[in-house]
């Protein structure tokens, strides 16, 4: 009998050290698994603070490369730009020349594409048809979500919360559905992130819009991020969902600057889509942060790209493929153009900035 109530002791001081050591794991992969983007430049680059590293954009001077340094990178990178049939004067020409030269050997009208390009490290900037209102796609969902985040910060909600998402507005009615059903009716904002980021659905991000009154309200505040570099056109129009890379570069950029408060949102945007979109065609252990979207005729993505000088990146495509208002499906070969343009920038990059 003594024997029997030791034993039973015995179990409960087991299970208790046994559920303080699971909470204590638990706890540890939940914050490894929100690695921040200083962590990643942590196993890769010297380590510095926002405000060290912003004071240094400030002090940085464009780096000229000289010729030969600019051959050899293209020496050691030809045998993949062969591969590719990418193969351009990269050291010879400007970034949008290098561009050009890509569409028009693609049969592609510059009408069809804009972008707009930041070095980090020198502020240097290169952009084609940056205030050209353009379909945003899903890449409404990243200023979205910093806009919730904000107020987060400002205490207004917290990451334990649980909203109700049975009344929440929805595009397809089978998706939301789906999340009521699975998540029995209501979410986190980790959960809202995770599914508006990394799965890029529509049910969450409207969750997310409701928390700040909703998506036309969201659409109004996110000026805060920036604007478009034309005075008669909006950062983020409602109407159609259209924006510029004018503007979305400086969202990354203000994300860029702002890492450590938006280090959820980089380590989710940093998990979607691998081997895809910006990530098709690069090293698989680079680090690229990215939000892709795509509806009917528009092919976008948003990228901050740790090169070795990292650079922020905004592209944005109409009609790639044959594709139209009307289609309902990604223009395979239209998806083919986007990734190896992303290639190319990125190699322009390597070559000239690096």
């Given at each position: 009998?003594k024997g029997?109530?030791m034993?039973?002791k015995l179990?409960?001081v087991l299970?208790?050290i046994l559920?303080?050591v699971?909470g204590?794991?638990g706890s ?9 983007l200083?962590d990643?430049?942590k196993?890769a ?7 060290e590293r ?6 940085v ?9 600019k051959?050899a990178v293209m020496e ?6 062969n591969?590719l049939?990418l193969y351009?004067?990269y050291a010879?020409?400007?970034?949008v020349d290098?561009?050009?030269t890509?569409?028009a050997?693609q049969?592609?009208d510059?009408?069809?594409?804009a972008?707009?390009y930041?070095n980090?490290?020198t502020?240097?900037?290169?952009s084609m048809?940056?205030t050209?209102?353009?379909?945003a796609?899903s ?9 919730v985040?904000?107020?987060?910060a400002k205490?207004?909600y917290?990451y334990?919360?649980?909203?109700d998402?049975?009344n929440?507005?929805?595009e397809?009615?089978?998706e939301?559905d789906?999340y009521v059903?699975n ?14 980021l990394?799965?890029s659905?529509n049910?969450?991000?409207?969750a ?5 009154g909703?998506?036309e309200t969201?659409?109004?505040?996110y000026t805060?991020?920036g604007?478009s570099?034309?005075p008669d056109v ?6 159609g969902?259209?924006?510029t890379?004018?503007y ?5 950029d ?5 890492q450590e408060k ?6 989710y945007?940093?998990?979607?889509f691998p ?6 065609y690069?090293?698989e252990?680079m ?5 892709p979207?795509y ?5 976008n993505i948003?990228?901050?790209v740790?090169e070795s ?5 905004a ?5 790639l ?6 289609s309902s499906?990604i ?13 190319v ?5 390597r070559?000239?900035m690096?």
């Open positions: 009998m029997e109530m034993l039973k179990t409960i299970a208790v559920t303080l699971l204590i794991l540890i992969y939940w914050q490894q698994g929100k690695k921040t200083i990643h430049q196993t680059q010297n380590p510095e603070s926002n405000s912003q004071n240094a954009e400030e002090e001077k464009p780096r000229n490369k000289s010729t030969e340094e051959q050691a990178d030809a045998e993949r730009m591969v049939g351009y004067d010879n020409m400007s970034l290098t561009v050009n890509f569409l050997e049969g592609i510059q009408s069809q594409v972008f707009s930041k980090t490290a502020n240097e900037a290169f048809n940056d050209q209102l353009m379909t796609g890449t409404y969902k990243l200023p979205l979500n910093m806009l985040v904000d107020e987060v205490g207004k917290n334990e919360q649980r909203f998402i049975t929440t507005d929805y397809f009615q089978g939301h789906t059903n998540y029995g009716g209501s979410m986190s904002i980790p959960e809202m992130q995770y599914g508006s990394v799965i659905e049910t969450p991000a409207h997310l819009g409701n928390l700040l909703g998506i969201a659409y109004g505040m805060r991020y604007k570099n034309s909006p950062a983020f129009q409602l109407e969902n259209k924006t890379t004018s979305y570069i400086q969202v990354l203000y994300l860029y600057k702002h938006y280090s959820d949102l980089l380590y945007i940093g998990e979607s081997d895809e979109y910006y990530k098709t690069l090293p252990d680090t690229i942060y990215q939000k979207g509806v009917r005729e528009a092919l948003d990228a901050i740790m000088s990292p650079y922020l990146i592209i944005y495509t109409r009609y493929g044959g594709s139209t208002e009307e499906e223009n395979n070969y239209g998806y083919s153009q986007l990734a190896m343009m992303t290639y920038i990125n190699e322009w990059h070559v000239n690096n």
